[in-house]
């Protein structure tokens, strides 16, 4: 079973469990895959899928930080528990230490030649939806400081 037929099946049960938050999310997920997959004028891989579901974890990370900074816990709380039923179609989160090892590795093969850019795009490349750009960036900035 695919990933949007995994989202699809989730949605009717949310439906019939009446599970207001969980179906309102999963709504956003398949609007947010249907119009990705209108952009890309094709029906989208499991790949391409992860790539945007990411896409709407990220933008809960980034609402989760900026209601925090303003004070708003209520808003955070929704948010987190959005973020929480994204994160539950996406693959297990690669841990620092082993984002760590693979940039360490990227690094010794790129030799002297240490451009963030091309660094950052080995390592992406590695890891694929399985880290967070964010820790991926701050790891190679550490890495490179050394």
Do not use: C, H, W
């Not at 955070?76 to 940039?103: C, F, H, N, T, W």
């Amino acid at each position: 079973m695919g990933l949007q037929d995994q989202i699809d099946n989730d949605l009717k049960q949310a439906l019939k469990g009446q599970k207001e938050l969980e179906l309102s999310v999963l709504r956003m997920v398949k609007t947010a895959l249907k119009n990705a997959e209108i952009a890309a004028k094709k029906t989208l891989t499991d790949d391409e899928a992860l790539k945007v579901l990411s896409s709407q974890a990220k933008q809960r990370k980034d609402s989760i930080d900026q209601f925090q900074k303003a004070g708003r816990d209520d808003l955070v709380k929704k948010e987190e528990a959005e973020l929480g039923i994204i994160q539950a179609y996406l693959p297990e989160q690669m841990s620092e230490e082993d984002i760590r090892k693979i940039v360490k590795g990227k690094i010794d093969e790129a030799g002297g030649d240490l451009n963030f850019g091309k660094i950052m795009g080995m390592v992406m490349g590695a890891v694929g939806q399985k880290a967070d750009g964010q820790m991926v960036r701050k790891i190679v900035q550490e890495e490179m400081d050394k």
